[in-house]
């Protein structure tokens, strides 16, 4: 049965292997090109930071720019970089989310490892496991690249326990969205849930970076799932908020909830 369990999982990995070299590929260019831009920023943070001064503070809030924006490296990947990061992963994990058990649903393809002496139940769990997998290696592979993409190009480079806490949290992050997409997948057909996860991501997004600033109330804030992981607090403690096991309880409930709507749903429909 262990046997089983691994070959499947090993088999899944190696599907997502184009995903992860073409994940890595274009956030390692865009590091290098953040790590540029901020080398070039950097020579002008005294007149640039006059200009910030003059902003209202809930403008700077909303885009995460503080005073010392462009002399910490930090600061900088906080408020440029890890704001289009964590809503291009999330996105990318309902995808991922969605296309592990409602892509095969929609195409059939799921009746070929039902049949293969493996349970609904394992078949889901799997699935969950390789995600979390694949998830944890892109945003390895990411982060290592982007400290040496700033050591190199920048002359600085941010901590290493800002870039821990950064890229757990990210993955984080993205496994609740993708616990999202696998539940979205087993009840709903496959565009419908692949718009459902991603209108969530957006909306969430925006809730949280823009809801400030456009006067929503506190308490909807709150229901933002990126409020669980706040880039304002990492930028200013470059460490986890403790919120974060909002984020990784809701993931266990859903996937738990998702295996069990699996388990029952009809696949010869």
Same mark, same amino acid.
């Given at each position: 049965?262990?046997?089983?369990?691994?070959?499947?999982?090993?088999?899944?990995?190696?599907?997502?292997?184009?995903?992860?070299?073409?994940?890595?590929?274009?956030?390692?260019?865009?590091?290098?090109?953040?790590?540029?831009?901020?080398?070039?920023?950097?020579?002008?943070?005294?007149?640039?930071?006059?200009?910030?001064?003059?902003?209202?503070?809930?403008?700077?809030?909303?885009?995460?720019?503080?005073?010392?924006?462009?002399?910490?490296?930090?600061?900088?990947?906080?408020?440029?970089?890890?704001?289009?990061?964590?809503?291009?992963? !999330?996105? +990318?994990?309902?995808? /991922? #989310?969605?296309? =592990?058990?409602?892509?095969?649903?929609?195409? %059939?393809?799921? *009746?070929? @490892?039902?049949?293969?002496?493996?349970?609904?139940?394992?078949?889901?769990?799997?699935?969950?496991?390789?995600?979390?997998?694949?998830?944890?290696?892109?945003?390895?592979?990411?982060?290592?690249?982007?400290?040496?993409?700033?050591?190199?190009?920048?002359?600085?480079?941010?901590?290493?326990?800002?870039?821990?806490?950064?890229?757990?949290?990210?993955?984080?992050?993205?496994?609740?969205?993708?616990?999202?997409?696998?539940?979205?997948?087993?009840?709903?057909?496959?565009?419908?849930?692949?718009?459902?996860?991603?209108?969530?991501?957006?909306? !969430?997004? +925006?809730?949280?970076? /823009? #809801?400030?600033? =456009?006067?929503?109330?506190?308490?909807?804030? %709150?229901?933002? *799932?990126? @409020?669980?992981?706040?880039?304002?607090?990492?930028?200013?403690?470059?460490?986890?908020?403790?919120?974060?096991?909002?984020?990784?309880?809701?993931?266990?409930?859903?996937?738990?909830?998702?295996?069990?709507?699996?388990?029952?749903?009809?696949?010869?429909?």
């Amino acid at each position: 049965m262990k046997q089983r369990h691994l070959s499947f999982m090993t088999q899944q990995l190696g599907r997502n292997r184009k995903s992860i070299l073409s994940w890595s590929i274009i956030w390692t260019l865009l590091g290098l090109l953040f790590a540029a831009v901020f080398k070039t920023m950097s020579a002008t943070a005294e007149q640039s930071a006059r200009i910030y001064e003059a902003l209202p503070p809930a403008v700077l809030k909303a885009v995460n720019i503080s005073t010392d924006y462009l002399t910490k490296p930090e600061n900088f990947l906080s408020g440029q970089f890890l704001t289009i990061y964590l809503l291009a992963g !999330s996105i +990318f994990a309902v995808i /991922l #989310g969605v296309n =592990a058990i409602g892509g095969k649903v929609h195409d %059939k393809t799921i *009746l070929n @490892y039902v049949t293969k002496r493996l349970s609904r139940m394992s078949i889901f769990l799997l699935q969950a496991a390789v995600i979390l997998v694949t998830l944890m290696v892109m945003n390895l592979v990411v982060g290592i690249t982007l400290l040496i993409s700033f050591n190199l190009f920048s002359g600085s480079e941010p901590s290493l326990s800002y870039m821990v806490s950064t890229f757990i949290g990210a993955a984080t992050v993205f496994i609740t969205f993708a616990a999202i997409g696998l539940i979205a997948g087993v009840k709903m057909e496959k565009s419908h849930a692949l718009a459902f996860g991603s209108a969530i991501a957006i909306i !969430s997004f +925006f809730v949280n970076g /823009l #809801g400030a600033l =456009a006067g929503v109330p506190a308490w909807l804030q %709150k229901c933002s *799932l990126y @409020y669980y992981f706040d880039t304002t607090h990492l930028r200013d403690f470059y460490s986890l908020d403790a919120r974060i096991f909002v984020l990784i309880g809701l993931s266990l409930l859903l996937i738990i909830a998702g295996a069990f709507i699996f388990r029952r749903k009809n696949l010869y429909l």
